[in-house]
Nanobody
């Protein structure tokens, strides 16, 4: 059974930073694809970033140069460092783990005020 629990969301002013963390249980963590999606009200779910088991990363164009994803297999965590936040980054951020099937966290709210 895989469980993902996010933390680190909150309210921040534009230009500020937040760090999201996702803690996972389950042995497939080390071999799975990890990442973050976000969903804003009235919008489709959007891939923010993902990282492979080998450490290769991919980012949405809208966050390149501002967000950094990292994983710690020893701690079974995947983090998202978000800098230079903009109001349009406001969304619920969801952690996922994919290996054959996908597992999701419950989401954490990020609100960026202008």
């Amino acid at each position: 059974q895989v469980q993902l629990v996010e933390s680190g969301g909150g309210l921040v002013q534009a230009g500020g930073s937040l760090r999201l963390s996702c803690a996972a249980s389950g042995s497939i963590f080390r071999i799975g694809l990890l990442g973050w999606y976000r969903q804003a009200p009235g919008k489709q779910r959007e891939l923010v970033a993902h990282i492979t088991s080998g450490g290769s990363t991919n980012y949405a164009d809208s966050v390149k140069g501002r967000f950094t994803i990292s994983r710690d297999n020893a701690k079974s965590t995947v983090d998202l460092q978000m800098n230079s936040l903009k109001p349009e980054d406001t969304a619920v951020y969801l952690c996922f783990l994919s290996w054959g099937t996908s597992y999701w966290g419950q989401g954490t709210q990020v609100t960026v005020s202008s």
